[in-house]
């Protein structure tokens, strides 16, 4: 149970812009309200912050500043300095992660056991500074929040008849106030905190950000009063968390309106994250101006590597004969979301075959090679799809701070990965063994490290109870 005042927070950084010159960011906090926010200095030049919101007896505030491509640039707050990585130009080091955080109690863990790899993380950007955080989803697990008001207490089994103004406005207090809380208590802590003060970051939201299957559910269900004032609840607050928004602001870095997918470009290297969950419906994953807006930014990112996040794994183990089993019984039912929310579910067929046609054409070009990052499944795993110029790779890193399934159910889902799958005649997908690892799926906690080194990318998965892999070459 969380106190109900929101904490204090250290910064954390959120990228804007990247060129040879330098980096445009900006930093967030919370503060208790009625304490007047500290002024944050980067170059010289003194920031002044901006309100974004705040519940819960405190305030988000947000600072915009730019900091000269230096080894030693850093800016000051609260009389603490903060070094930030801001050489672009050459070598990178790149962290991605997903999956922090557990569906029930999450909060009420030992900060050390819950964080033992963000603080590894944190270790690790001490000795080699990160240039860049990317979160790929459920960067919370919001899931209890519904907890906070009897008409939304029984999440998904609730009444979906319309709602009195005031009952939702009710509603929608308590739902901003248990948000505000669960993000402002798990950026408060230790781990976590050492790594978003100094590593600027680029989030996209999974189902956890809002809520468990968020998509997938039933239409009567999402469209709901209840499930309408749960969606929006849940953007403003990853907006103002994760992107440093405000809840009516556009995201600097997003590529169109109406959902959050977003793209930043740097030398030699893109970014791109379409958002899986806005508009998605149990028979589609994204509506037509998603669509456009995500095909447009893939199409146009300029040459280079680009690393496309793919919330839910674009390249996974053949779904259908699962499906087909769950038909046969009324006991799985409660799992159909579960299958509704990945690519490969056969109601979404046509839709992961356009996506993946999609970026196996921007890779199929020499001179801009694709490797999707992917999380959602609390494991560690990597795959390949064939191509002419050579193996589409998919990275999948899970469950930074989720706890780690059982052995056994990595073993049975490697075994239902044996199958393959080839949704793309001529382009079969096949999941791997990590390097240096048994089995197609590593059941430790994880996150995966990109670097690149004289132009060359390559990517190594720290392990919880093995440490680092040894690099896969990309």
């Keep these: 149970m969380l106190p109900d005042r929101a904490p204090d927070t250290l910064p954390m950084l959120h990228l804007r812009k990247v060129d040879e010159r330098g980096v445009t960011l900006a930093a967030t906090l919370v503060r208790h309200d009625g304490r007047k926010p500290p002024v944050l200095e980067a170059d010289g030049t003194q920031v002044d912050p901006v309100r974004l919101g705040g519940a819960a007896g405190a305030t988000m505030w947000r600072y915009d ?129 050492a790594v978003a003060a100094r590593v600027p970051s680029l989030s996209m939201w999974d189902d956890h950000d809002i809520c468990d299957g968020w998509g997938s559910l039933p239409e009567d269900i999402l469209d709901s009063d209840v499930g309408r004032t749960l969606f929006e609840v849940a953007r403003e607050s990853f907006l103002m968390f994760q992107m440093g928004c405000a809840p009516d602001e556009q995201p600097p870095v997003a590529t169109g309106s109406g959902h959050l997918s977003w793209r930043v470009d740097a030398p030699g290297v893109s970014f791109v994250a379409p958002d899986l969950r806005s508009t998605r419906r149990p028979e589609r994953v994204m509506d037509d101006a998603t669509w456009h807006d995500v095909t447009d930014a893939i199409t146009g990112a300029p040459t280079g590597h680009l690393f496309l996040l793919s919330s839910v794994p674009a390249l996974g183990p053949r779904l259908s004969i699962v499906e087909r089993l769950m038909g046969l019984t009324h006991r799985m039912e409660k799992y159909e979301d579960d299958l509704r929310d990945q690519w490969q579910s056969r109601t979404h067929r046509a839709e992961w075959q356009r996506f993946l046609r999609l970026i196996l054409d921007r890779h199929e070009r020499p001179e801009t090679p694709v490797t999707v990052l992917s999380g959602e499944i609390h494991l560690a795993t990597r795959g390949t799809m064939d191509a002419a110029s050579g193996p589409l790779h998919q990275l999948v890193a899970s469950g930074i701070s989720h706890p780690a399934p059982p052995t056994a159910f990595a073993r049975g889902l490697g075994t239902l990965a044996r199958f393959g799958e080839a949704p793309l005649k001529g382009h079969p997908i096949r999941l791997r063994a990590l390097p240096g690892r048994p089995g197609i799926y590593c059941a430790q906690r994880n996150y995966l490290m990109l670097t690149r080194r004289d132009g060359v990318w390559a990517a190594a998965w720290a392990l919880e109870k093995t440490g680092l892999t040894p690099e896969l070459a990309l």
């Design 65 to 193: 500043f730019r900091l000269p491509a230096d080894p030693a640039a850093s800016y000051q707050i609260d009389g603490r300095e903060y070094r930030v990585n801001t050489r672009w130009g050459g070598d990178l080091n790149v962290a991605y992660t997903s999956c922090n955080g557990q569906e029930h109690g999450d909060l009420d863990r030992p900060e050390a056991s819950r964080n033992a790899m963000w603080r590894q993380l944190a270790e690790r950007n001490d000795r080699a500074p990160l240039h860049l955080l990317l979160q790929g989803g459920d960067q919370i697990y919001a899931d209890e929040v519904t907890e906070a008001h009897p008409i939304s207490r029984d999440w998904p089994d609730i009444d979906t008849r319309p709602q009195s103004a005031s009952t939702l406005a009710d509603l929608r207090e308590a739902l901003r106030r248990a948000f505000f809380l669960r993000y402002a208590f798990q950026s408060a802590q230790a781990g976590y905190a």
